[in-house]
T-cell receptor
Framework: GAVVSQHPSRVICKSGTSVKIECRSLDFQATTMFWYRQFPKQSLMLMATSNEGSKATYEQGVEKDKFLINHASLTLSTLTVTSAHPEDSSFYIC???????????FGPGTRLTVL | AQTVTQSQPEMSVQEAETVTLSCTYDTSESDYYLFWYKQPPSRQMILVIRQEAYKQQNATENRFSVNFQKAAKSFSLKISDSQLGDAAMYFCAYRGGGSNYKLTFGKGTLLTVNP
């Protein structure tokens, strides 16, 4: 089956620093990936759509200058949280569309803690 | 905008018994897809079942089945012969038709399976 990986699985950083999270489709090419944010005991909130070779599309209320998304290849999208603050602490999940069946496969998530 | 409502924050079921999780949605589209995802404590999102709106037949995957009532905009999940491994958060999700792969999630239902 289609597998999506995320790295790192968890990261702790100091306030003011930037953190990069990678999302990879391991055995398929994905022209479209998504980034979600999930707070404890809450649902997934779509942050942005990552399109290979073009700019990401951000959902309303998501700061594009704070959450930089780069989809440089058909198997890799990155989310960079710039100048992280404690309120950015959350669980970040990516997903990728497998165009063979249009099914969305999710990565295992990255837990970000900003001190 | 599409909305997905899960009115049961928590449900519990005895092992080997049957439980039904509720989901309603609101949309003006005629072509769309509905999904149930499972998120166990590992937080990996797992697709349980999907339903295409144009299909009248309810989807079934082993012990999991749905009751799709298009006119009522209802999409419930029935889990038969519940197992301890079914304990998880369950999210109902909506996706529009065409090439829009964005998912709108409900708030989730936490299912507890009692031995």
């Amino acid at each position: 089956g289609a597998v999506v990986s995320q790295h790192p699985s968890r990261v702790i950083c100091k306030s003011g620093t930037s953190v990069k999270i990678e999302c990879r489709s391991l055995d398929f090419q994905a022209t479209t990936m998504f980034w979600y944010r999930q707070f404890p005991k809450q649902s997934l909130m779509l942050m942005a759509t990552s399109n290979e070779g073009s700019k990401a599309t951000y959902e309303q209320g998501v700061e594009k200058d704070k959450f930089l998304i780069n989809h440089a290849s058909l198997t890799l999208s990155t989310l960079t949280v710039t100048s992280a603050h404690p309120e950015d602490s959350s669980f970040y999940i990516c997903s990728a569309i497998w165009t063979v069946n249009n099914e969305q496969f999710f990565g295992p998530g990255t837990r970000l803690t900003v001190l | 905008a599409q909305t997905v409502t899960q009115s049961q924050p928590e449900m519990s079921v005895q092992e080997a018994e049957t439980v039904t999780l509720s989901c309603t949605y609101d949309t003006s589209e005629s072509d769309y897809y509905l999904f149930w995802y499972k998120q166990p404590p590992s937080r990996q999102m797992i697709l349980v079942i999907r339903q295409e709106a144009y299909k009248q037949q309810n989807a079934t995957e082993n012990r999991f089945s749905v009751n799709f009532q298009k006119a009522a905009k209802s999409f419930s999940l029935k889990i038969s012969d519940s197992q301890l491994g079914d304990a998880a958060m369950y999210f109902c999700a909506y996706r529009g038709g065409g090439s829009n792969y964005k998912l709108t999630f409900g708030k989730g239902t936490l299912l507890t399976v009692n031995p």
